[in-house]
């Protein structure tokens, strides 16, 4: 049992302390929604963004149930021209300038996540949102899922939220 505890010690110290899951920091997660949840990031490693430059975001959605499998859509188009997640996004100067969210029919499939698994998504959020003011930006992910109750065979929607992201956009020189 030490031995076991010693080797979990290094590997969460060989790792910098992320997460097993999607190799992202503990706590850089969204509050647990119906056994879902939400992490955002950037793409890259980059830590500041050059005005001009595509912001491509890192989405995940994981089931944290230890029982149940959960099934997501998962369209073939864009994600970004299909409105198929909600972007909260606030400039440095303290302005609401999220993208309209227009959510649009699209085709697809259907992901089924089991217990602990996660799908990810990659969006250019520069497509439909101007980071062009230098400064911090805060940006949050929602997505609405549904649940079907099986006694009533009511649907349920819901929205899942991601943890928010802190974007420095800098001047191109």
Request: net charge positive; charged share 25%.
């Amino acid at each position: 049992m030490k031995s076991a505890l010693l080797l979990l010690t290094v590997v969460v110290l060989m790792t910098g302390g992320r997460g097993l899951v999607g190799n992202i920091k503990a706590g850089e997660w969204g509050p647990v929604t119906n056994n879902l949840q939400m992490s955002l990031r950037l793409q890259c490693a980059q830590v500041e963004i050059k005005t001009n430059e595509p912001v491509r975001l890192l989405i995940q959605v994981r089931n944290v149930s230890t029982n149940e499998v959960i099934g997501i859509p998962r369209p073939k188009e864009a994600i970004e021209k299909i409105g198929y997640f909600s972007f909260d996004v606030v400039s440095p100067s303290g302005r609401d300038i999220s993208p309209a969210s227009r959510p649009k029919p699209y085709y697809g499939s259907a992901r089924f996540l089991a217990p602990g698994h996660s799908e990810d998504f990659k969006v250019d959020l520069s497509r439909i949102c101007n980071l062009e003011e230098i400064g911090t930006y805060k940006i949050i992910a929602r997505r609405t899922e549904t649940r079907t109750d099986i006694r009533t065979k009511e649907v349920i929607p819901f929205e899942v939220r991601s943890n928010p992201l802190y974007v420095s956009v800098v001047a191109d020189k």
